[in-house]
């Protein structure tokens, strides 16, 4: 990732406090019948008003449960846990529980959980008995915006990020997919705006730490407090007006995160967007603007590290982070 994002304080973040105490203090402590008494007192008025949405199948649920044997229950609450420990799961310290896990324990569970959580984004959302308490969804994406203001995908660095000045927005994106990760649907910390090309084209619903062929694979965690410093190494053997794909050489290293790079890279198609920028008439205009600048074969190292600077100041902005390994790559093959 080029950058990480920063939570922000919203009511946004009530609903996943109402399904905490909902998973951990109703269905995996069943007592008697269900009531609607047994439900966060903020959540209450919110079942009541969508009796199909979120009444019948918290009951039906909690039914399920009130038969479970307490091993079981034990199973779903660390289950319920450890998936919106997203963090964790990124860094491998916890291990996620799946879909599948839970149809070992019941099957009818895992059916009617999977649907519970997937209408909570796609439908509850748009209610107005969510938006009375929550807030709308767009406001807390606008809100979200205005603090991370880079208005560039962190997840590819070369797409735009809607921004909170327009009447739309981009999608969020499920980071651990919704289709496999029970419990954190609208955990905020498992929501990270995304371009269109990263959510569409690329990752899709692709998963970050699992795979068919690696289990608890490392990853970027989307809001870690310390954005990782990537070393983006280009080297350049054709006509720089002219290039192809396979005159660019990329290299993105760093030893504390082979890993996630790694999986950043595969998930985000990251080798193949970025040497096709470096061939594109975008590179093309960079090379002509660090000519304009004063910049050539003649110049000393002094001035072109002067040059970089400019760009260093602010990597986020206008592909300046894929800029500054471009020049340097000119200046090897002696083009600038």
């Excluded at 199973?75 to 990124?90: Q, R, S, T």
């Excluded at 490392?218 to 350049?236: D, E, G, Q, T």
């Amino acid at each position: 990732m080029l950058y990480t994002y920063k939570p922000i304080s919203h009511d946004f973040y009530k609903l996943q406090t109402y399904i905490e105490h909902l998973v951990l203090d109703v269905w995996c402590k069943p007592k008697g019948n269900f009531s609607i008494g047994k439900l966060h007192s903020e959540f209450q008025p919110m079942v009541i008003a969508e009796k199909k949405l979120l009444r019948t199948p918290i009951q039906q649920i909690y039914r399920i449960c009130n038969g479970l044997e307490k091993k079981h229950l034990a199973k779903l609450k660390m289950g319920f846990k450890n998936n919106n420990a997203i963090k964790e799961l990124c860094t491998g310290a916890k291990t996620p529980m799946l879909y599948d896990a839970i149809a070992k324990i019941d099957k009818p569970l895992r059916v009617k959980l999977e649907s519970f959580f997937k209408l909570l984004y796609k439908e509850l959302l748009k209610k107005a008995a969510f938006k009375n308490v929550c807030g709308d969804i767009k406001g807390y994406y606008d809100d979200f915006l205005k603090t991370n203001c880079a208005e560039k995908c962190p997840f590819c660095g070369i797409s735009d990020i809607m921004s909170h000045r327009l009447t739309k927005r981009d999608a969020f994106d499920h980071y651990l997919p919704k289709d496999v990760y029970p419990f954190n649907s609208v955990n905020p910390n498992n929501l990270a705006p995304i371009c269109k090309t990263c959510n569409t084209s690329y990752k899709l619903t692709q998963d970050p730490i699992n795979t068919k062929t690696k289990i608890g694979r490392r990853a970027f965690y989307p809001f870690a407090s310390k954005k990782p410093k990537l070393n983006i190494k280009i080297k350049v053997t054709g006509v720089i007006k002219n290039l192809k794909p396979n005159e660019v050489e990329l290299k993105i290293t760093n030893s504390h995160y082979k890993e996630e790079i790694d999986t950043w890279m595969e998930l985000f198609g990251i080798k193949e967007r970025y040497v096709d920028k470096i061939c594109s008439e975008d590179a093309k205009f960079w090379f002509d603007t660090i000519i304009a600048m004063g910049v050539n074969r003649r110049t000393n190292d002094r001035v072109f590290q002067s040059k970089l600077e400019l760009f260093r100041n602010n990597e986020i902005a206008n592909d300046n982070f894929l800029k500054i390994p471009y020049y340097i790559a000119c200046r090897e093959a002696g083009l600038i």
